[in-house]
T-cell receptor, first 113, second 111 residues
Framework: DSGVTQTPKHLITATGQRVTLRCSPR?????VYWYQQSLDQGLQFLIQ???????AKGNILERFSAQQFPDLHSELNLSSLELGDSALYFC????????????FGPGTRLTVL | TQLLEQSPQFLSIQEGENLTVYCNSS?????LQWYRQEPGEGPVLLVT?????EVKKLKRLTFQFGDARKDSSLHITAAQPGDTGLYLC???????????FGTGTRLQVTL
């Protein structure tokens, strides 16, 4: 158990819909990262927050957004969903140390029908 | 865009065999991490290597960081079925806080 929790575990929705994925980091970690993992793209970095502020952006679509709240949990919002958004979405957290060692949650499997 | 290429992409071996997984890039990384991911779970950090030429051992796993900090290898001795999983390398550059993940090596160890 990494100490990072994600909900829900599975999510099935239709094209055009909007969903919210939730992540709680390890106790004491200020950084939260979101990744997308699909079969043909590997593990792709989406976005990072540090203590409530956006720190780094990766290949995140404009239809996707995220935020980190004062209690440090984070939410990833996916809107106008397309079939190609079906994937595993992982949250990771770190303490912000120089080696940026990250601890991953169990993931949310999103299926868009 | 920094790319981390892993080879082989797939590896199926029998219990007791040795294997090596490679992680290569044209970019220099300040540190490199190896993760193992099992089906339906998130990646789990195995090791971080920081110094060029560094070698770290974790039981039957030996990790090496290239002298130029552009490549790394993972060697598993006497593989066991419990080693089965997706192995990912991930590189960190000095000026960015995000990890660049490799393409992954899927290992299956059978009895």
């Amino acid at each position: 158990d990494s100490g990072v929790t994600q909900t829900p575990k599975h999510l099935i929705t239709a094209t055009g819909q909007r969903v919210t994925l939730r992540c709680s980091p390890r106790s004491g970690d200020l950084s939260v990262y979101w990744y997308q993992q699909s079969l043909d793209q590997g593990l792709q970095f989406l976005i990072q927050y540090y203590n409530g502020e956006e720190r780094a952006k990766g290949n995140i679509l404009e239809r996707f957004s995220a935020q980190q709240f004062p209690d440090l949990h984070s939410e990833l919002n996916l809107s106008s969903l397309e079939l190609g958004d079906s994937a595993l979405y992982f949250c990771a957290s770190s303490d912000g140390g120089s080696d940026n060692e990250q601890f991953f949650g169990p993931g949310t499997r999103l299926t868009v029908l | 865009t920094q790319l981390l290429e892993q080879s082989p992409q797939f590896l199926s071996i029998q219990e007791g065999e040795n294997l090596t997984v490679y992680c290569n890039s044209s970019s220099v990384f300040s540190s490199l991490q190896w993760y193992r991911q099992e089906p339906g779970e998130g990646p789990v950090l195995l090791v971080t290597v920081v110094t060029g030429g560094e070698v770290k051992k974790l039981k039957r796993l030996t990790f090496q960081f290239g002298d130029a900090r552009k490549d790394s290898s993972l060697h598993i001795t006497a593989a066991q079925p419990g080693d089965t999983g997706l192995y990912l390398c991930a590189g960190l550059t000095g000026t960015a806080s995000k990890l660049t993940f490799g393409t992954g090596t899927r290992l299956q160890v059978t009895l």
